[in-house]
């Protein structure tokens, strides 16, 4: 049945959007054939590569020629699924586009969608730092820039939308998708992600916010398993960094979470993906599937009997195109609505908002322009970019004073992860997760490991390479020869820690949860053996979660120096190298908490008072370093904390605070504003970051700053299920981390309940003075 429509319609405003006249003069011209083409995508290159979650097991048996007869919604990862020539592939585009336009019957391109987390994922691509370490670096600025930069690459090979950012509250390092995510505090999420939808979306190119919503709070921290938070965890953690994406970066697409809450598949949850995101928030954009979510409604969560069943439930939701191919939306969405089980106003409202998309990228118009005839992915510019970003993400986590390097003679690199480039890049790095599949293809460009970069960094010094074992695995044999290097040494920079990859190959990435967080296999013993020797021993970890390290960071026996990098992309051997040798300073943060051990999971910072350590319980759950904990190569004073001693429950307030650099070298503090609300209706959490700035400063100079809070910052879910800032006192602090008080405060918020508003500010404003 074909539904007519008009450009006024009489259905609700939540069943068909708004959309310009020639939008809806389209769909009205269209066959269902038509219609359902524009809701699917299809991967071309989808092989026996495992890539996606039962990839295999969900492979499309339907013929490119086929599918596309009568048009394409998407082209599924073009340029990501195997190694091809971007002048090569961009030239097929360009002519398959021609032909999808055509068989299309209304002129309509497809969108070409990709993945972004660690830079463009194609071959030949810069390959930045993983989610993790942009968290790290708590500068969402440099994280804009290095978005405009992936946005040009995208767009100069026709690429329209990035499956990318990640704003998953990381609450369980066991998940193996901690690298893919920013932070476990919902603001510098928030702030982080929303700056790389800006970058992005500058460029051209639609981002996509994942996993909407939850995802990170799975059981146990297994991939896909059921979420057990609550209304109240769900609006005061999970959906923060969403809301602002959504509503300050102006987000244009948004991917469900493959989970269940409470029982109920997010990919078939209305209340949240229409009533919420479109309703409340104001969302116009398009709503995708992760990959094969919708036939996962009926093959993994067992809510819908078959696929027409499940494309029912998903389009009423408000999923409007299935990804990666049409499992659920093309012929059983056809089926569907002949039999009647399906409504055809459905397809109209997810066919509106697609179109909508396509007439803003420019694919309802004509496109003579030519394929590029040559193509840099991995300009000076990325390079650039990615090294002052892996630089600012490395934490330096302890210091005896070994650290910078004092010009050594004879260094000892031990460590399975010291000269393998493939160490240094996350998860979703193309290099992991399709180039390990086609052994013996150079990753071409330039990354040099550990090794090769102190090598060139420090000229003059004898370096000595050792593996000593392997990530995984119980194999000792090589530690003989770990532990000769060392003791032949004047220091030895031991570097372990991960390896990224997919679906149990590696030790982290998705699908790769962990039962443990120790090191993975005899890594921990071959840093003790190292240790053991005398020699100075510096510890590198290059990984994609945060590991229990109370063994070498407290205590008799510790390494001279741990630092933290959590996957640090090309440029993160030189990053570490110029650390190690002091020609650059430390300013990472820890995004995430140092657990204490895997029994203490899940752990936040955001606790409440009895989730921590008490009298009540024999466990304790404290972190063996706080979020926000990082050391430098100089010494930072917080002092002269001021607030005002009362401010209404609406409107923001100032905090102003002095930073002082009280060392000998230049260096970078991260000035973190932290909050408790002393007594509230529901439990609230015994800190809370209320904002952050970076500030650099000099040997001896100082700077006031000054930070604009808004009370939207301190508003909770009352009993009542509202978004509300209530009066009462909150105390105020400024330190190293969210355990340190240096500076304190307080100020009484006054007046009647305030329920927040979208009208409510949700960004910190900063304003640093020197003097």
Sequence with gaps: MHVTIS????????????????????????????????????????????????????????????????????????????????????????????????????????????????????????????????????????????????????????????LAPVLDVVRDPRWGRVDECIAEDPYVVATIATAYVRGLQDAGVHATLKHFVGYSASQAGRNHAPVHAGLRELSDVFLPPFEMAVRDGGVRCVMNSYTDIDGVPVASDEHLLTDLLRGEWGFDGVVVSDYFAVAFLETMHAVAADRIEAARLALTAGIDVELPSGDAYAQPLRDGIRSGRIDETLVDRALLRVLAQKEELGLLDPDDSEPPTEVDLDTAEHRALARELAERSLVLLSNDGTLPLAAPRRIAVIGPNGDDASALMGCYSFANHVLAHHPGTPLGFAIPTVVEALRAELPDAEITAVSGCTVEGDDRSGFRAAVDAAVDADVAVVVVGDRAGLFGRGTVGEGNDTESLELPGVQRQLVEAVVATGTPVVVVLLTGRPYALSWALDGAGAPAAVVQAFFPGEEGGTAIARLLAGAASPSGRLPVSLPRSAGAQPYSYLQPPLGGPSEVTSADSTPVRPFGFGLGYTTFRRTDLWAPASTATSGSFPVEVTVANTGARSGVEIVQLYAHDVHASVVRPVAQLLGYARVELAPGESARVRFEVPTARLAFTDRAGRRVVEPGRVDLWVGASVADRETQGAIELTGEIHPVSAADARSVGVIVGKG
Excluded: C
């Design 7 to 162: 450009e006024n319609p009489v259905h609700p405003p939540t069943l068909l959007p708004a959309a310009s006249p020639r939008v809806y003069a389209l769909v009205n011209a269209m066959t269902l054939e038509q219609k359902v083409a524009q809701l699917v995508g299809f991967w071309v290159d989808q092989g026996d590569d495992v890539v996606a979650p039962l990839a295999g097991e969900m492979a499309t048996s339907a013929r490119y020629e086929e599918a596309t007869v009568d048009g394409l919604g998407h082209l599924t990862r073009v340029y990501g699924t195997r190694p091809v020539d971007a002048v090569e592939r961009a030239a097929w585009l360009w002519a398959e586009q021609r032909r999808l336009r055509a068989a299309s019957g209304h002129g309509i391109g497809a969108i070409v969608h990709e993945e972004a987390l660690t830079g463009l994922a194609a071959w030949r691509a810069a390959t930045f730092p993983t989610p993790l370490a942009w968290g790290a670096t708590f500068d969402p600025d440099l994280v804009e820039r290095m978005g405009r930069a992936i946005g040009a690459s995208m767009r100069s090979l026709g690429i329209h939308q990035a």
